[in-house]
């Protein structure tokens, strides 16, 4: 097992999540989940953008302020705009009003971006860093600048990309963090990106990933193996198109398999709690499949399978299911053998063994119910 350098989890469900098709967090909804966050033990939790076209996030910081959470709550914004100074940028100055440790803000990377999108010029972007940056920085006791686009960015043009996050570190940025805001990175690049940056960057480096190329989780871990020390993402991977990297399967991984300290035990008990919590408050139905916290992550249906983890746990789960609050399930089907059968009556027939004849009835009643078309599953 690697050994270990502090990294951070910095959750944006708030913010990042509520990105997602068919979510939207009420100002309550957004509290409530804020406070399972902070229970869970996650580092930082981004509340949204305060701006005046957004009142709910305003709304939320005011609040937030008066609440007791041991997470730092961060405050999102973008850099100033072009042909303004920061200190005269309404969002940024509304930034610098709500009551936040840590401000992150995002800037462009990807020189698409900066002609084609806010159309200005390369190097009224690398203004627009610095001098959001530097201003923050005079208040706020944390800066993290996520640099947007990164990796698509460097692709693109990779003398620029670094360009504007060497601005941003040195303008005081407390972490950069590189974004795959497009999510289409595979793994071998986002290694090789990684390394050239880190022997740029002196500053921390974070990664805030999106799944659109299925990969957001396996890329987060190979950035903290790289030397990332902040790993950005929402709970159960929701957020915008294929949604963002999944916190409850990279906190488990990192903490499980990789060694790293991010939670107490009894926290990382309430995982599955957590995540089921938040597919319910925002309405969408939980994943059987989810990695660890899905009702699949440890059901056992083949008969070989339930006989194994019988005889012995490890056969067939990665880890123990309680260690993440989810628990273990045996699925009675017609794929089923004797040992289902007994572990399904134990409770009210303890009496049984294997060769007793009930046994073997009820089983062939099951498989010939089931090429019937009856299910038995949630038996
Ligand atoms: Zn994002």
Redesign the pocket.
């Known amino acids: 097992m690697k050994k270990i350098k502090t990294v951070s989890i910095y959750d ?1 469900t708030l913010r ?1 999540g509520n ?1 997602t098709v068919g979510i939207s967090f009420s100002l309550a909804d957004k509290l409530r989940i804020a406070e399972r966050l902070d229970d869970l033990g996650i580092h930082y939790i981004e509340g949204g953008w305060p701006n005046p076209t957004n009142p709910t996030d305003c709304e939320f910081f005011r609040k937030a302020a008066g609440m007791r959470f041991r997470a730092k709550i961060a405050a999102f914004g973008m850099t100033k705009r072009p042909d303004t100074r920061a200190h005269d940028d309404p969002y940024l100055r509304k930034l610098l009003r709500v009551k936040t440790p840590v401000v992150t803000i995002f800037g462009k990377s990807w020189d698409l971006h900066v002609e084609k999108v806010i159309r200005c010029s390369l190097a009224q972007n690398i203004d627009m860093i610095c001098d959001s940056i530097a201003y923050l920085k005079k208040s706020k006791d944390e800066v993290i600048y ?1 640099a ?1 686009h990164f990796f698509a960015g460097y692709n693109n043009n990779r003398e620029y990309a670094l360009k504007t996050i060497r601005a941003a570190e040195q303008a005081g940025a407390d972490t950069i963090v590189l ?1 795959d ?1 497009n999510g289409g990175i595979l793994p071998f690049e986002l290694v090789e990106i990684f390394r050239e940056v880190k022997q740029q960057i002196a500053a921390p480096l974070g990664i ?3 799944n659109d190329s299925g990969c957001a989780d396996a890329n987060s871990f190979l950035a903290v193996d790289e030397g990332a020390v902040q790993v ?1 993402g929402t709970m159960n991977g929701i ?2 198109r294929c949604g ?1 990297a999944n916190l409850c399967t990279i906190i488990a991984g990192l903490q499980l398999k990789r060694g790293y300290p991010l939670v107490q035990a009894s926290q990382l008990e309430k995982l599955t709690g957590t995540s089921i919590f938040i597919s319910e408050i925002a309405n969408l139905s939980h994943s059987v499949r989810y990695p660890y916290v899905g009702e699949a992550a440890f059901s056992h249906k083949g008969g070989a399978h339930i006989d194994g983890v019988m005889k012995t746990r490890d056969s067939f789960e990665h880890i123990a299911p309680e260690i993440v609050g989810n628990s273990r399930k045996f699925v009675l089907s017609s794929q089923s053998g004797k040992g289902t059968i007994l572990e399904k009556l134990k409770n009210i027939r303890p009496d049984l063994d294997k060769k007793d004849p009930l046994v073997k009835k009820v089983l062939e009643k099951i498989k010939a119910l089931e090429s019937q078309g009856y299910h038995f599953e949630a038996a």
């Open positions: 944006t990042d990105q996520d947007e974004c805001t805030h990933l999106h950005q957020g915008e963002n």
